[in-house]
Nanobody, 125 residues
């Protein structure tokens, strides 16, 4: 069975950093894209970043460009999201998800069929 488990969330002050982890099992990423998504209180879920399985190409939404980095470590079966210069608007539950062969439509989210349970990130002074 496909399993994904997020960890690394917590409370951080504005301007601080966190690194989220997503441990996965039950599949390999040879032909899968994998991404990070988030849902803030009272808001709809939105895409954050995506990484291709074949060449490692990365994609980010405008609000996190230059601050976040998505990284794969296939040897450890782990996906990371390095988050720097965090802002209060980054407060959300963060999820990792996989299924489609590419990141071309990752912002639509509907092609991602396997999701973790999420990890809470709170940015507050």
């Amino acid at each position: 069975q496909v399993r994904l488990a997020e960890s690394g969330g917590g409370l951080v002050q504005p301007g601080g950093s966190l690194r989220l982890s997503c441990a996965y099992s039950g599949f390999t990423l040879t032909y899968y894209a994998i991404g990070w998504f988030r849902q803030a209180p009272g808001k709809a879920r939105e895409a954050v970043a995506c990484i291709s399985s074949d060449d490692g190409s990365t994609y980010y939404v405008d609000s996190v460009k230059g601050r976040f980095a998505i990284v794969r470590d296939d040897a450890k079966n782990t996906l990371y999201l390095q988050m720097n210069n965090l802002k209060p608007d980054d407060t959300a539950v963060y999820y990792c998800a996989t299924d489609p062969p590419s990141c071309l439509r990752y912002r639509e989210m509907t092609d991602f069929g396997h999701w973790g349970k999420g990890t809470q990130v709170t940015v507050s002074s």
